[in-house]
């Protein structure tokens, strides 16, 4: 019992972290599905809707409307770094392009810091802070917040992709990218698509997750690297292993802090990145390509 | 037999690239393969060279099974080919190029190159007599330090064949060596692939000028929708009737 | 032929070297202010680092996005183990090599297998780790304060202590650096890293074990930065987590950007403004992320090559477009 009492609550607050993991996971798969480009920038969307979203509700207290905002304003910022950034590229080898997206999360956190300053801000829970008592650990509101609109967000995005014509025609482009093409699916269309959607998911995550820990300028790069690392983890570019990938890093991170020491809990997921990297590089749910 | 394929088979999620081919070359010998747009030509090369593993069957190379070797180790045992759309190295030189085709023949590494150890200079001036020689087989000796990638399309075909050539490959397999290639340069090139099996170079041809195709062929494979529908002399595949049909419509008289 | 690695080329290799190394002796007999020698000694080392980024980036098309982790390696393992233990400097500076080397090889092996972002995450990943651990393992890195009480190199009794006297030990390797990376790269092997870059598949067809050689390219960049670590170590005799950062491997890369891929003098060019700039502007300093991340993004937009080297091949290009080449 004196064990399993603690282990609740790193479950807990692991899965909660997992989920916004999973929200920008799938936002790294999406990206690499319709472009194979790894965007490093998708950690700084993260940062965006945190800080959008913490503007928006200083100018006009309402929740629902900030996040809304929130997450609208960083889809744009998302089309137009693809628009500006990505689409001009006349030579896309994976150098070029890692350089051009690190550098655009560099500039976006810079303008970032500019814009917000170092401080961090806070954003209220969205449904008060009286913590829910599970024997003896204790749940708050926002982090049933963060778990359900996570699941809500993931069925949106399967629906997507199961019953619309434009969600089936990012699928066919994931599979077979030439044959997809050579069916009239605009590919162009295709990687604004995904560079929208992967922003707005990104924005979700950090707008979910700024209640509990708070916006600043640079939270987006340590958000998007364990995004990656749950992204590789379960398999990049499968929508379960996204979600399966952020959900083992939040909870393995927790348990870590919890029984080792809260120092290196930052390390919990490059180690397991370099491990997954080793012994089973094409993810948890990745039956290769 | 030099090469060997015994019932290859590859698809590309839904796309059946190859369907269970079988094929040979003979040592010496000059073969090409045809057949219309995606037949599976170029799949096949990549199988042979070792870019692509085959999902069925087996490849002999010398009479040893060789599938499921990478890249690199297939052109050291002997197996050069070139690209169809022309790979080279375009921020070197043509005579860089070549030199890098030289590669399997030295043996100096990084340390010993950074700090030029003195036993490295004759290997690296064999290296520059060999990559020289091959670009006077090809003729492009005048080109030497120009970057490739300033080229003109014929001559950097020539130039992707000289560098195959400097590795001192066996077989050899040419992918649409003459597309892009005006007259006189398509008439060069057929002298060269000529004076290359007269040198003992088994050369595997994939080929759309069907000229040139029959002027040097001496064993024709034909492809279509991945299956090999004919395999003899070109007399013979010329009157095959499954091969009139495959290329009905196409410009097979030009 | 036969002029290309005749006499022609014996020569030109000699002037220009000589004359690099007769500059920067006579920048040393010039200069006496203590503050533009150290500005020189930091511009040297951040050449000795970018130099080895280059040789992967330019030259083998590969990146890491946590050099500055390897940089911190060799400053901490020389710190450590001469400010903790007491060992040999030169020792400790052979220590940080094989530590770097090791821990390169052990990332390397795993992330260079697969696509090519896999070794841009592997890197940044480790670059975390190590920032963290340094941060974090106080009984042997002093923490986040940091580490003092480093003592400086000494040759033959000399104690290389005064910025004049160390600017003498960093020019002399960046000097070596610079002549080792320009022959590597005009060897067997640095032809068949620049044909990678070119086209992967090519090097492959013609017998180029290209894992092998990313592999090899990327922890040997990984010994100059250990080198360029611990040569940090002794020159500022003080180490802390804060100069091994993100930022710092970002700040390398925008180096390498600037001054061109695969352009060894480019790299120095590229330390040299991004060392001083921050220097000459202290308002700099706020906007340093901005800048880098516009320059990354518009100069690899633009002159994917980088910055001087692009203009090079534009340069070139039209000269053979002059010459009438078709
Ligand atoms: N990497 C790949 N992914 C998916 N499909 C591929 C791939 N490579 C080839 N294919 C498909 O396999 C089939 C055979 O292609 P291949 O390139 O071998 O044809 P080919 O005979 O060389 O044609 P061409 O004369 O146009 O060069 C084509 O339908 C092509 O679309
Ligand atoms: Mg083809």
């Known amino acids: ?289 | 037999m030099l090469l060997d394929l015994q019932g290859i088979s590859l698809s590309f999620g839904g796309v059946q690239a190859l369907d269970d081919v079988s094929l040979s070359v003979p040592s010496g010998a000059i073969k090409a393969v045809i057949g219309p747009n995606g037949a599976g030509k170029t799949t096949l090369f990549n199988l042979v060279s070792g870019f692509l593993q085959p999902q069925e069957g087996r490849i002999f190379f010398k009479g040893e099974e060789i599938q499921g070797q990478p890249a690199h180790v297939l052109a050291a045992r002997g197996i050069g080919r070139t690209f169809q759309l022309v790979q080279l190295f375009d921020h070197m030189t043509v005579l860089e190029n070549v030199m890098v085709g030289c590669h399997r023949r030295g043996r100096a590494g990084l340390l010993a190159g950074a700090l030029r150890l003195p036993w490295t200079f004759p290997e690296e001036k064999d290296i520059r007599r060999w990559a020289w020689e091959a670009l006077e087989f090809v003729g492009l000796t005048n080109r030497a330090h120009h970057f490739a990638a300033v080229l003109p399309l014929g001559l950097k075909r020539l130039l992707e064949i000289a560098r195959a050539l400097a590795a001192q490959p066996t077989i050899l397999l040419l992918d649409e060596p003459a597309s892009g290639l005006d007259a006189v340069e398509t008439e060069r090139l057929r002298d060269m692939i000529l004076a290359l099996r007269d040198q003992g170079i088994t050369i595997l041809l994939v080929e759309h000028d069907m000229s040139l195709t029959m002027d040097v062929a001496e064993e024709i494979a034909v492809l279509n929708y991945g299956r090999l529908i004919a395999d003899g002399p070109p007399r013979a595949i010329q009157k095959h009737p499954e091969v009139i049909a495959a290329y009905l419509g196409t410009d097979w008289q030009a | 032929m036969g002029d290309a690695l005749g006499e022609g080329f014996i020569r030109r290799l000699f002037n220009r070297w000589t004359l690099f190394a007769a500059m920067a002796a006579l920048v040393a007999v010039v200069l006496e202010n203590n503050y533009y020698l150290s500005l020189l000694n930091f511009i040297g080392i951040h050449a000795i680092l970018v130099v080895g980024l280059n040789l992967l980036m330019g030259y083998g098309g590969q990146i890491s996005l946590g050099h500055a982790a390897f940089f911190g390696l060799g400053a901490y393992t020389s710190g450590i183990l001469t400010a903790s233990y007491g060992v040999n400097p030169w020792l400790a500076l052979i220590a940080g090599l094989i530590v770097c080397g090791i821990a390169a090889f052990l990332i390397g092996v795993p992330a260079l297998k697969l696509h090519g972002y896999y070794l841009a995450m592997a890197t940044l990943g480790f670059g975390i780790i190590v920032y963290i651990v340094l941060n974090e393992a106080l009984p042997w890195t002093g923490g986040p304060s940091g580490l003092s009480g480093i003592p400086s190199l000494s040759l033959g009794g000399l104690k290389l202590d005064t910025p004049w006297r160390l600017y003498f030990l960093i020019w002399l390797t960046v000097w070596a650096i610079l002549l080792i990376s320009a022959n590597l790269v005009d060897s067997r092997t640095g032809r068949a890293l620049r044909a990678l870059h070119d086209s992967e598949a090519a090097a492959r067809s013609l017998g180029v074990d290209t894992a092998r050689l990313k592999l090899q390219v990327f922890i040997w960049s990984a010994l100059y930065a250990s080198l360029a670590g611990s040569l940090y170590a002794h020159t500022l005799n003080f180490v802390a987590p804060a100069s091994f950062g993100f930022m710092f491997s970002i700040k390398l890369v925008t180096m390498v950007v600037l001054g061109g891929m695969a352009s060894i003098w480019g790299s120095l060019l590229g330390a040299a403004v991004l060392t001083v700039l921050p220097e000459l502007l202290a308002v700099f300093h706020d906007y340093e992320t901005i800048v880098f991340g516009a320059i990354l993004m518009v100069v690899m937009i633009f002159l994917p090559r980088g910055l001087v080297r692009g203009i090079l091949d534009l340069r070139e290009l039209r000269k053979y477009k002059r010459e009438g080449v078709r």
Request: with cysteine; aromatic share 8%; net charge positive.
């Open chain 1, 1 to 289: 019992m004196d064990i399993f009492a603690p282990l609740l609550q790193y479950l807990i607050s692991g899965l909660t972290n997992g989920a916004i993991y999973a929200l920008i996971a799938l936002g790294f798969g999406i990206i690499y599905n319709a472009t194979t480009i790894i965007n490093f920038a998708q950690g700084e969307m993260v940062m965006l809707g945190a800080m959008a979203a913490i503007s928006f509700y200083h100018l006009h207290p309402s929740l629902p409307l900030a996040f809304a905002a929130g997450m609208g304003v960083v889809t744009v910022v998302g089309v137009v770094f693809e628009r500006l950034a990505l689409r001009p590229v006349k030579d896309p080898s994976p150098i070029t392009l890692i350089i051009i997206t690190v550098g655009g999360a560099v500039f976006i956190k810079g303008a970032a810091m500019m814009l917000w300053g170092k401080d961090a801000y806070p954003l209220p829970p969205f449904t008060g802070n009286v913590p829910i008592y599970l024997g003896t650990a204790t749940v708050l509101p926002q982090n049933l917040w963060v778990m359900g609109l996570t699941a809500a967000l993931v069925l949106a995005l399967e629906a997507f992709f199961r019953l619309t014509l434009a969600g089936k025609a990012m699928r066919a482009c994931a599979y077979n990218n030439r044959a997809a093409r050579l069916m009239g699916i605009s590919a162009g269309r295709m990687v604004q698509l995904s560079f929208g959607l992967a922003a707005a998911l990104g924005a979700g995550a950090g707008i979910l997750i700024a209640p509990l820990t708070l916006g600043v300028y640079d939270m987006g790069l340590m958000l998007g690297l364990k995004g990656f690392s749950a992204a590789i983890i379960g398999g990049l570019g499968s929508l379960l292993g996204g979600v399966l990938g952020g959900l083992v890093l939040g909870v393995a991170e927790s348990l870590a802090t919890g029984f080792i020491s809260s120092g290196y809990r930052d390390a919990v997921a490059f180690l397991l990145l370099l491990l997954v990297l080793f012994l089973r590089p094409q993810g948890l749910m990745g039956g290769g390509k």
